[in-house]
């Protein structure tokens, strides 16, 4: 009798193992590609072409991963990469100039199933900064390095590095010769950040995943505002405020108006509201965006994916760029 009951629990305990083994989830992905004053009639359809592809050509990238059980964090790092590379976006090549005429970039990453994270700031020579985020993670006891010290840290450990020249682009570089013209007319533009992006275009990059196993991840990377001096830094590479990822919450990244971002905490505030109130990511996203920020005159928007897959792209400025996936769907976006 005895004996039998032990081949009955040792079947029913396998059993049930087995079932929570093969109870996969299924992957999600969403990314951005900045947000702000993207207008239509501003935009060639070949541009527009071009932005949509490159979108597409992004998810292609995560999903591909993701598809054949590879991490949330290879997925992120990966599309980051991707899209840091893409000269149309404010992230690498393509990120916007500083006052001085020149480039300083910020990024970030973070794992929700450790919650382990990297980041770094105003680094110049690096070719893609969301690597050296994710290095910081791995190899240093630190989360968040900036300046030449990051720099430093990632030609130690190896990194690709480039002359900071090697980030221009005529666009870039003509929407800084505009916001130092309209400075110079008013005397008292320098005193404030007025002329810093003055075109209210963000054109940071960001990635959210979900992958089989049900962990999530977020990364954002951002050559910042246009025009902008005095080391500042905004939100993409700061923990909790442009980037946050917590196993059996959410993974979110943000774009927009740092400042406003920083300020409001917002991608940890996404978290805090699913995880110790009742909202759920929809309710969460657009109370944040479209009432909290908007409230306060903050331009942007975020991304998020919850554990359930749940994907949100929410925003409350003209338009962002934007795409998600998930196993036989998928959307790109750029306007309303
Ligand atoms: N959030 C970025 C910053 O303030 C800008 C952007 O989203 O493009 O630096």
């Not at 500042?232 to 740092?258: F, K, L």
């Not at 331009?299 to 003209?318: P, T, W, Y």
Request: hydrophobic content about 40%; charged content about 25%; aromatic content about 8%.
């Amino acid at each position: 009798m005895k004996t039998n009951l032990y081949w009955i629990f040792l079947f029913l305990f396998t059993f049930i193992n087995c079932k929570q083994e093969s109870k996969h989830k299924d992957y999600a992905i969403a990314i951005h590609g900045g947000a702000g004053a993207i207008l239509r009639k501003e935009m060639s359809a070949e541009k527009e072409k071009e932005y949509m592809s490159a979108l597409n050509n992004a998810l292609d990238i995560g999903e591909k991963i993701l598809k054949e059980g590879g991490t949330a964090m290879k997925a992120v790092e990966q599309v980051i990469i991707f899209l840091e590379d893409n000269p149309l976006f404010n992230a690498g090549k393509g990120a916007v100039f500083t006052n001085k005429g020149e480039h300083e970039l910020d990024a970030s990453i973070m794992d929700g199933q450790t919650a382990q994270a990297g980041a770094v700031g105003g680094v110049r020579v690096i070719k893609n900064p969301i690597r050296l985020a994710r290095l910081v993670m791995e190899k240093s006891p630190h989360v968040f390095l900036i300046a030449r010290g990051a720099e430093t840290f990632g030609i130690v450990n190896g990194l690709d590095t480039v002359s900071n020249d090697w980030f221009d682009t005529e666009f870039r570089k003509k929407t800084w010769i505009k916001a130092l013209e309209a400075e110079a007319k008013d005397s008292l533009g320098k005193l404030g950040m007025k002329y810093v992006n003055a075109d209210s275009k963000f054109g940071t990059v960001g990635c959210v995943a979900l992958d089989l196993k049900g962990h999530l991840a977020a990364g954002t990377s951002s050559g910042g505002m246009t025009n902008k001096r005095w080391g500042r830094i905004g939100d993409a590479p700061i923990i909790g405020a442009g980037t946050y990822a917590e196993d059996g919450v959410a993974a979110v990244s943000c774009t927009g108006h740092g400042e406003y971002f920083i300020r409001n905490v917002v991608a940890y505030d996404l978290i805090a509201r699913m995880k110790y109130g009742t909202a759920t990511l929809a309710q969460a996203s657009h109370e944040i965006i479209h009432e909290k920020l908007k409230s306060l005159g903050g331009d942007g928007g975020l991304i998020a994916v919850d554990h359930a897959g749940n994907i949100e792209l929410c925003f409350n400025s003209i338009g962002m760029y934007r795409g998600w996936a998930k196993a036989g769907k998928r959307e790109v976006k750029i306007f309303k």
